[in-house]
């Protein structure tokens, strides 16, 4: 070799070494690293290049062991070159990584040269094996294993016309390159399998996506950061509630991963618990921010912050009010029948863990059929895109898909393909709501003495209008019901007691309400007791029951399932 050929062989060699260090390695994605190699590699090396994996290195297992069995799935993950017809092509299965005598050279470690491929590969697997895996019968191959931390991810092939003749840094160059690709590969395996784990965790720790009840119908979607991205900490929550009221939750933990997952578990379980209290919202975040703050100071030192946004809502729908408190998340759009969409307004609160201003409520009036539509960063946080401009698309999206009658699963599947199409770098959550309300009808409400003497007179009025209701059935473990917990508030309670019945599609709620703040508990009555049994058997023959608290003094309620099969047909 001249001396001019020797120089530009070794400015070849250093153009690619160079274009496979700016290229191979950039995607934390398994086949996108696959291309980037093969594409290096030809035509510089070659007329065609191919990269063979075990079919589990894409979901981010190990390639267990350095020789694995036969029987373990292959398939070609990239091509680059002119692929001649017949030739198994990316996406396909391959018969095998191994080639015959060459498999102790490649699980060596080293990079074999097939002078004559075609007549090889014929000898060994027949003619119909052959022409799936040599472009042509003057085909030189060059394989070059792919090795990472002791493992054995799969092969680089390139092939070459014999005719061009080998060259003496051929296979150098493709064994520094393979080394290259093969510590990227593997970084992009280990990277899916975290990422794989983030996502499996985060969609564990959230609810489903639809729900159905007396106060409204409801869906939900959740898509995770594109690969690369790192998983992040939202999360949304639709929480049934005392009286047939629902809370409502949107949220983001700070960070990313399995840490920003972590935290968005604590906090949504947090929530959850306090929720279940019938706390108002802006209580309930500053309960919530307490347990962030607690969060942030047990983190270690140098860790990302913890902390997280979120925006919380109760709706009750015999009031149709809805009251609303936000801790540095995004307003709510509101949908009202034959109205454009309008931004809830919401007294700005800081984000959980910052302990800084106290919370605020607002409370909206909600028409029957009207849709909150909760969303996350996701839809605001576009390259190129100005918060105001991703929001007014939003926004009119919503107009366009939110029709009456429209399922909101379709609904929350468009307006998501609409403004936040796939490959976003951050999560993607929407929760819509479309509001029912409880017709007066269906509710009653009597104020008596908390004296003995008026639970007859209850009872006879419970048992009424459930004949009115048409739900006789239920009188009995209802009667029982309504007697224990009006008895504890003519024992416990003040100078007059309300009662409320509420029927809904399948519950029956009994409220029983007085002006103390004693908190009722269910005691283990001995046999020489003579009371101490109401809220156990309360609590025998309902579905739930539970206490409540106002300024006025506390409420406690108990909601009985009601039977489909024989279900009344409403006034």
């Given at each position: 070799m001249g001396a001019e050929n020797k120089v530009e062989r070794l400015r070849l060699r250093v153009r690619l070494m160079y274009?496979?260090?700016?290229?191979?390695?950039?995607?934390?994605?398994?086949?996108?690293?696959?291309q980037d190699i093969v594409d290096v590699v030809v035509p510089a090396l070659g007329k065609l290049a191919t990269v063979d994996l075990y079919e589990a290195v894409s979901t981010g297992e190990d390639a267990e062991g350095l020789s694995p069995p036969p029987q373990r799935t292959i398939a070609r993950f990239a091509v680059c070159g002119d692929l001649p017809e017949g030739m198994i092509t990316a996406g396909e299965r391959v018969p095998s990584l191994s080639i015959g005598a060459y498999d102790v050279a490649l699980t060596a470690g080293n990079v074999v040269v097939i002078e004559d491929a075609w007549e090889f590969i014929t000898s060994r697997h027949g003619i119909e094996p052959t022409r799936q895996m040599v472009p042509d019968r003057v085909s030189r191959g060059i394989v070059a294993p792919l090795f990472a931390r002791g493992r054995?991810?799969?092969?680089?092939?390139?092939?070459?016309?014999?005719?061009?003749?080998?060259?003496?840094?051929?296979?150098?160059?493709?064994?520094?390159?393979?080394?290259?690709?093969?510590?990227?590969?593997?970084?992009?395996?280990?990277?899916?399998?975290?990422?794989?784990?983030?996502?499996?965790?985060?969609?564990?720790?959230?609810?489903?996506?639809?729900?159905?009840?007396?106060?409204?119908?409801t869906a939900a979607i959740y898509r995770p950061a594109c690969e690369g991205a790192g998983v992040g900490g939202a999360w949304f929550d639709v929480i049934p509630l005392s009286s047939a009221r629902i809370g409502l939750v949107v949220g983001e933990a700070f960070g990313r991963g399995l840490a920003a997952t972590a935290t968005m578990g604590r906090v949504r379980a947090a929530m959850l618990t306090l929720a279940h209290l019938d706390l108002e919202p802006d209580e309930l975040l500053t309960h919530v921010d307490d347990l962030v703050r607690r969060l942030r100071g047990e983190a270690e030192p140098g860790a990302d912050p913890v902390g997280a946004r979120c925006v919380y809502a109760v709706y009750d729908p015999v009031t149709s009010r809805c009251v609303l408190a936000d801790a540095g998340h995004h307003a709510p759009v509101l949908v009202a029948p034959s109205r454009e969409p309008t931004l809830v307004e919401l007294p700005p609160g800081p984000p959980l863990g910052e302990g800084r201003t106290p919370f605020e409520t607002a409370e909206v009036e909600l028409e029957p059929s009207s849709v909150l539509v909760f969303h996350g960063s996701g839809f605001l946080d576009r390259q190129g895109d100005s918060a105001g401009a991703s929001l007014g698309r939003l926004r009119r999206s919503i107009a366009r898909r939110c029709r009456a009658g429209r399922s909101l699963a379709d609904v929350c599947r468009e307006v998501v393909k609409d403004t936040a199409p796939e490959g976003e770098s951050t999560d993607v959550v929407l929760l819509c709501a479309r509001?029912?309300?409880?017709?007066?009808?269906?509710?009653?409400?009597?104020?008596?003495?908390?004296?003995?003497?008026?639970?007859?007179?209850?009872?006879?009025?419970?048992?009424?209008?459930?004949?009115?209701?048409?739900?006789?059935?239920?009188?009995?473990?209802?009667?029982?019901?309504?007697?224990?917990?009006?008895?504890?508030?003519?024992?416990?309670g003040g100078e007059s007691m309300t009662v409320r019945l509420i029927r809904g599609k399948d519950l029956l709620v009994c409220e029983v309400g007085?002006?103390?703040?004693?908190?009722?508990?269910?005691?283990?009555?001995?046999?020489?007791?003579?009371?101490?049994?109401?809220?156990?058997?309360?609590?025998?023959?309902?579905?739930?029951?539970?206490?409540?608290?106002?300024?006025?003094?506390?409420?406690?309620?108990?909601?009985?399932?009601?039977?489909r099969t024989h279900e009344s047909v409403r006034a």
């Amino acid at each position: 070799m001249g001396a001019e050929n020797k120089v530009e062989r070794l400015r070849l060699r250093v153009r690619l070494m160079y274009e496979a260090a700016a290229r191979i390695g950039v995607h934390l994605d398994v086949r996108r690293t696959a291309q980037d190699i093969v594409d290096v590699v030809v035509p510089a090396l070659g007329k065609l290049a191919t990269v063979d994996l075990y079919e589990a290195v894409s979901t981010g297992e190990d390639a267990e062991g350095l020789s694995p069995p036969p029987q373990r799935t292959i398939a070609r993950f990239a091509v680059c070159g002119d692929l001649p017809e017949g030739m198994i092509t990316a996406g396909e299965r391959v018969p095998s990584l191994s080639i015959g005598a060459y498999d102790v050279a490649l699980t060596a470690g080293n990079v074999v040269v097939i002078e004559d491929a075609w007549e090889f590969i014929t000898s060994r697997h027949g003619i119909e094996p052959t022409r799936q895996m040599v472009p042509d019968r003057v085909s030189r191959g060059i394989v070059a294993p792919l090795f990472a931390r002791g493992r054995l991810l799969g092969v680089v092939i390139v092939w070459q016309d014999r005719a061009r003749g080998l060259r003496p840094d051929d296979v150098e160059i493709l064994q520094e390159i393979a080394s290259r690709g093969a510590l990227a590969v593997d970084n992009a395996r280990r990277y899916m399998r975290e990422h794989a784990t983030a996502v499996g965790l985060q969609r564990m720790l959230l609810p489903r996506g639809t729900t159905d009840t007396d106060a409204a119908e409801t869906a939900a979607i959740y898509r995770p950061a594109c690969e690369g991205a790192g998983v992040g900490g939202a999360w949304f929550d639709v929480i049934p509630l005392s009286s047939a009221r629902i809370g409502l939750v949107v949220g983001e933990a700070f960070g990313r991963g399995l840490a920003a997952t972590a935290t968005m578990g604590r906090v949504r379980a947090a929530m959850l618990t306090l929720a279940h209290l019938d706390l108002e919202p802006d209580e309930l975040l500053t309960h919530v921010d307490d347990l962030v703050r607690r969060l942030r100071g047990e983190a270690e030192p140098g860790a990302d912050p913890v902390g997280a946004r979120c925006v919380y809502a109760v709706y009750d729908p015999v009031t149709s009010r809805c009251v609303l408190a936000d801790a540095g998340h995004h307003a709510p759009v509101l949908v009202a029948p034959s109205r454009e969409p309008t931004l809830v307004e919401l007294p700005p609160g800081p984000p959980l863990g910052e302990g800084r201003t106290p919370f605020e409520t607002a409370e909206v009036e909600l028409e029957p059929s009207s849709v909150l539509v909760f969303h996350g960063s996701g839809f605001l946080d576009r390259q190129g895109d100005s918060a105001g401009a991703s929001l007014g698309r939003l926004r009119r999206s919503i107009a366009r898909r939110c029709r009456a009658g429209r399922s909101l699963a379709d609904v929350c599947r468009e307006v998501v393909k609409d403004t936040a199409p796939e490959g976003e770098s951050t999560d993607v959550v929407l929760l819509c709501a479309r509001t029912r309300s409880i017709s007066a009808a269906d509710t009653v409400r009597w104020v008596f003495p908390a004296r003995a003497e008026a639970v007859p007179e209850i009872r006879r009025l419970v048992t009424e209008q459930l004949a009115v209701w048409r739900l006789d059935e239920e009188a009995f473990a209802t009667e029982l019901v309504i007697s224990e917990l009006a008895g504890n508030a003519v024992r416990y309670g003040g100078e007059s007691m309300t009662v409320r019945l509420i029927r809904g599609k399948d519950l029956l709620v009994c409220e029983v309400g007085d002006g103390r703040s004693t908190q009722p508990r269910i005691r283990r009555a001995r046999s020489t007791d003579e009371g101490g049994r109401g809220l156990f058997l309360v609590s025998q023959v309902t579905e739930r029951w539970g206490c409540r608290f106002g300024p006025d003094g506390k409420t406690i309620w108990a909601e009985q399932r009601l039977d489909r099969t024989h279900e009344s047909v409403r006034a």
